[in-house]
């Protein structure tokens, strides 16, 4: 567990005595981070505490991107949201023959165990010909009927943490994983300490 920080200048005003004078001073804006690294059925976890330093999941890829470069990291870190599989599946069903675009961008899976046969594709490509990612598109301007179970598995795949999913339909309806990242409301005591609240999340999201 830790915290992420970066500077921001505050424009304040001296006291009367100082004629309201305007000043500028340097400040630290921060927000929690903790970090599960076992395996769960939906990949390693990353809680990020929403906060005025800005959009969690942009904060985190640029985080993760600095730790790739160094040339002593042993492995290579991608960061995906976790989100709402219903939503996927209920842009396909509500657009059975129109929908004309998918995308799936897809990274190779971890050290872990495998759960579908896209987890082994992948695991394939990863060995065979180190790949890192795959970029899976299917496009029909007169539109696609997507239900089916290898779509199911691929976008079970990456909305589970493996990667991300974009669609487009006729009507110009759209889809992105992007915007349906799962969330949790943790409510802590007023005056918590870093172990509390790590407790409280533990029982909330890692435990899961």
Same mark, same amino acid.
């Given at each position: 567990?830790g915290?992420?920080?970066?500077?921001?200048?505050?424009?304040?005003?001296?006291?009367p005595?100082?004629?309201?004078?305007?000043?500028r001073?340097?400040?630290?804006?921060?927000?929690?981070i903790y970090?599960?690294?076992?395996h769960?059925e939906?990949g390693?976890?990353? &809680?990020?505490e929403q906060?005025e330093?800005?959009?969690?999941l942009?904060?985190l890829?640029?985080?993760?991107?600095?730790?790739?470069?160094?040339y +002593?990291?042993p492995f290579?870190i991608a960061?995906?949201p976790?989100?709402?599989?219903?939503?996927?599946?209920?842009?396909?069903?509500?657009?059975?023959?129109?929908?004309t675009?998918i995308?799936f961008?897809?990274?190779t899976?971890n050290?872990?165990?495998?759960?579908?046969?896209?987890?082994?594709?992948?695991?394939?490509?990863?060995?065979?010909?180190? &790949?890192?990612?795959?970029?899976?598109?299917?496009?029909?301007?007169?539109?696609?009927?997507l239900? +089916?179970?290898?779509?199911?598995?691929?976008?079970?795949? &990456?909305?589970?943490?493996g990667?991300?999913?974009? &669609?487009?339909?006729?009507?110009?309806a759209?889809?992105s994983s992007?915007?349906?990242?799962?969330?949790?409301?943790?409510?802590?005591?007023?005056?918590?300490?870093?172990?509390?609240?790590?407790?409280?999340i533990?029982?909330?999201?890692?435990?899961?």
């Open positions: 567990m915290r992420i920080g970066r500077p921001k200048i505050i424009k304040e005003n001296e006291p005595e100082g004629g309201l004078e305007e000043i001073r340097e400040s630290w804006t921060a927000a929690h970090n599960d690294p076992r769960h939906d390693q976890k990353v &809680a990020f906060s330093l800005g959009a969690p942009v904060i890829r640029s985080m993760v991107s600095q730790i790739n470069k160094r +002593d990291a290579a960061a995906n976790i989100s709402h599989i219903d939503s996927f599946k209920s842009f396909i069903e509500q657009h059975p023959y129109d929908i675009y995308q961008d897809l990274n899976p050290m872990f165990g495998l759960r579908t046969t896209v987890d082994e594709e992948m695991r394939q490509a990863k060995d065979k010909f180190n &790949a890192k990612r795959a970029r899976i598109v299917l496009a029909n301007e007169d539109g696609m009927q239900k +089916d179970n290898k779509i199911s598995e691929i976008g079970g795949y &990456a909305l589970e943490g990667g991300e999913v974009k &669609a487009k339909a006729m009507n110009n759209s889809f992007s915007k349906t990242i799962e969330t949790a409301n943790v409510e802590t005591p007023e005056g918590a300490d870093e172990r509390t609240i790590l407790s409280i533990w029982d909330r999201i890692f435990k899961r």
